[in-house]
């Protein structure tokens, strides 16, 4: 190290965890690094995965936390899928919405993914609709629909005058965005943009679902505002069947935000709120200066950038492998390997990223440690533990609270600052902390969770069944003196002020905030011709940790692979199965071709291949760009420019 340890401050140490942990822990993470170290520089995975839909929500209702539920697939007439694969990445979720679309009283399936995935296919093969925008054009397509939805007076005066405010200046930005704009724009066909909107529009019931095809796109929290916005100008929010799904991936990701390991405070209280801060310091008994609140919270991108610069010098990365998952692995590679940098990594299996640490702490994994997890609808679940964890391997809460021992933290009245010792009292810390917020989980126990089953937050006293569906009452939470955040101008990312955000008071109502579409910042060029966007195939899980070590998954998509539209593959002089090189500004990797249905110009791969112990590279993330949406910051993964060159 270039300084010891006592000359620099906390400012040194940053945290990168997971959207794979459990709740109880990322809580004591959260708070070791809040008000035991007192440094901004933590967050998640979740950045790479559901801060979009974090901040969506928070611009158009004030706060995280899912509107909606499962039942609405049951209770729906037209389901609009954003991006998702819902096919290949949930596929329990998918089998309830295949029981619909194949059963009577069929819903409208509609499909906005750039490639004829399964869940296209099944829209088609129902009368559905498939609209195939070209990448990075998602705003242009949902602007469309929204311009429809106004123009053939579909709009629910009473809910807009009542619960929303915007509508004027939102009118005015669809404005241009006729079907023939859009379809000029995305490359889609006129008419199944107007059949698109004509669903939205005069179906009574439409529930709606938006993933990474959006979050990981060009503009990628102004189009799932755009999403938001369609279901408040039809008043279908918090109604069964009528709802928006801002989904996650991560089994454990909606618990990363609500408890603060992604760098935001916990409880969604707002950092810019000194209310909010003085409510932490009360329940932790520290002094207010000691939370991290001059600036917003550290986001992933610019915490390997202050690694990488060198003022960080700790990173302590638990569940979530780098290495593999993060955009232009080159330089992750070159961050994780320089000598000042002290690289802990907290993991169940040696990694490509395990294999760069200084110090690697073998951890247990569900199943062999117990603790909470709450699902993308809310539900909270209890996990106990089935198994001991192998050889020294020691639960991530253990880990976390044996550091605190070690560093001693204290509060303001020399009392340990961390006062619990186990998932089940830390779960108790965590219920404290959560009262009163949105995401209430007071009325909740262990022993209730595993009686009764997964239950949706909040749950009070008063509630003790917790809440199915939030804004039932169209009332949101925008209130300044309750807002999870003040929000953010969707295009350039600059904040609203606290002052400017009191001077408007929205008082409940839930904002249409509006943005035209603008080009996405890679295109294709001469030099690199396509553009390639990433994803995922149904039998791997993510850097394949689990799945690469179950012979059968694995043996169903043991290599990865480029798949390219016909018309490309005849241009290449390449058939299915002839190795091609892949190569961006950034990186190459060397990968057999499958032809598939994707547009001509546009390639697919997908990304859970790292070190395949081969001399070729093949991770798609050697791509990828570092590149990330102003608001929510999550990275571009879906857009790169790339060459391709038989091999
Ligand atoms: N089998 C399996 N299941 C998983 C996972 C896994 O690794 N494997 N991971 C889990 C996690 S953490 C997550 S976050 C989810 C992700 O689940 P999904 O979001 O469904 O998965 P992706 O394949 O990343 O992206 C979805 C689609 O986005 C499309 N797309 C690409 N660019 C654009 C664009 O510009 N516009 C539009 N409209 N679409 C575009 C792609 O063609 C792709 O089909 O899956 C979860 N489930
Ligand atoms: N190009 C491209 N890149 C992407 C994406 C994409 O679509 N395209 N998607 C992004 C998304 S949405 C996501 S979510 C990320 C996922 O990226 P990662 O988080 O890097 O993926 P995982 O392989 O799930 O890594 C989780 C790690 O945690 C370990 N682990 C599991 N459980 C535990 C536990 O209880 N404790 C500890 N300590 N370790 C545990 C696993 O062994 C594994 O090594 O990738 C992102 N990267
Ligand atoms: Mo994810």
Redesign the pocket.
Request: glycine content about 10%; overall charge positive; charged content about 10%.
């Given at each position: 190290m270039r300084h010891r340890g006592d000359e620099v401050g906390p400012l040194s140490h940053g945290f990168y965890t997971?959207?794979?942990?459990f709740l109880e822990e990322y809580y004591t993470l959260g708070v070791i690094g809040k008000a035991g170290l007192g440094t901004p520089h933590m967050d998640g995975?979740t950045r790479?995965?559901t801060a979009t839909a974090a901040a969506a929500m928070k611009e158009s209702f004030g706060s995280d936390g899912q509107p909606g539920c499962y039942a609405d697939v049951e209770a729906c007439d037209a389901l609009f899928l954003f991006g998702h694969n819902m096919a290949e990445t949930q596929t329990v979720l998918w089998s309830r919405v295949l029981d619909r679309v194949e059963g009577p009283d069929t819903p409208v399936l509609v499909a906005v993914d750039p490639r004829r995935t399964e869940v296209a296919r099944t829209a088609v093969r129902t009368g559905g609709v498939h609209l195939a925008p070209l990448p990075g054009t998602n705003v242009a397509l949902v602007n469309g629909l929204l311009h429809e939805v106004i123009a053939r007076g579909w709009v629910d005066r009473d809910y807009v005058d009542a619960h929303t405010t915007g509508f004027d200046e939102l009118a005015a930005t669809v404005e241009p965005y006729t079907p023939e704009h859009v379809a000029e724009v995305c490359g889609v066909d006129v008419a199944d943009v107007r059949r698109a909107a004509e669903v939205f529009g005069t179906s009574d019931r439409v529930l709606s679902t938006v993933l990474?095809g959006f979050y990981?796109s060009h503009q990628a929290t102004a189009a799932a505002c755009q999403v938001n916005n369609l279901h408040l100008l039809r008043g279908m929010i918090g109604g069964p069947g009528g709802g928006v799904l801002q989904m996650n991936?991560?089994p454990t990701a909606r618990n990363t935000r609500e408890s603060g390991a992604n760098g935001d405070l916990p409880g969604f209280r707002n950092w810019d709120n000194p209310d909010h801060v003085a409510e932490l310091a009360a329940l932790w008994n520290v002094d207010p200066m000691t939370i991290p609140h001059w600036a917003p919270p550290t986001h992933a991108m610019q915490l390997w950038r202050y690694a990488e610069q060198g003022s960080v010098r700790l990173l302590w990365i638990?569940?979530?492998?780098?290495a593999?998952?993060?955009?232009d692995l080159a330089r992750v590679r070159r961050v994780l390997g320089d000598e000042d940098l002290l690289v802990v990594v907290?993991?169940?299996?040696l990694?490509e990223t395990a294999r760069l640490a200084d110090v690697v702490l073998p951890?247990?994994?569900?199943g062999e440690k117990q603790g909470t997890f709450t699902n993308a609808t809310r539900v909270v679940h209890l996990s106990d533990q089935a198994v001991d964890p192998p050889g020294e391997a020691r639960s991530?809460l253990d880990i976390f609270l044996d550091y605190a021992r070690r560093m001693d933290f204290r509060d303001r009245d020399g009392a340990p600052l961390i006062h619990w010792n186990d998932p089940e009292s830390a779960f108790r810390a965590w219920q404290e902390c959560s009262r009163g917020r949105p995401c209430d989980y007071t009325g909740l126990s262990y022993e209730d969770l595993r009686a009764r089953g997964g239950i949706p937050w909040p749950v009070t006293e008063d509630r003790p069944d917790g809440t199915e569906r939030l804004y039932t009452d169209g009332v949101f939470r925008t209130d300044p003196d309750d807002c999870e955040d003040y929000g953010h101008d969707l295009l350039t990312g600059g904040q609203v002020a606290p002052e400017a955000y009191r001077a408007a008071n929205p008082a409940g109502r839930a904002f249409l905030k509006a943005a035209a579409h603008t080009p996405p910042p890679e295109r294709p060029s001469d030099d690199y011709p396509f553009l390639a966007t990433?994803?995922?195939t149904v039998h791997q899980?993510?850097?394949?940790?689990?799945t690469g070590r179950s012979p059968r998954l694995d043996r169903a998509a043991p290599r990865p692979w480029v798949e390219v539209s016909a018309e490309d593959a005849a241009r290449l002089d390449v058939a299915e199965g002839d190795v091609v090189r892949v190569e961006s500004p950034r990186g190459a990797v060397v990968v057999p071709v499958r032809v598939g249905t994707v547009w001509a110009g546009v390639v697919f791969l997908p990304?859970h291949y790292g070190d395949l112990g081969g001399d070729d590279p093949t991770a798609?993330?050697e791509l990828?760009v570092t590149e990330w949406d102003p608001v929510s910051k999550q990275p571009m993964?879906k857009l790169a420019a790339v060459r391709i060159t038989k091999e």
């Open positions: 997971s959207g794979q942990l995975n790479l995965c990474q990981q991936g991560q638990s569940a979530t492998n780098p593999v998952s993060l955009p907290q993991d169940g299996f990694t951890a247990a994994m569900w991530d990433t994803g995922r899980f993510h850097t394949r940790t689990k990304f798609a993330n990828t993964f």
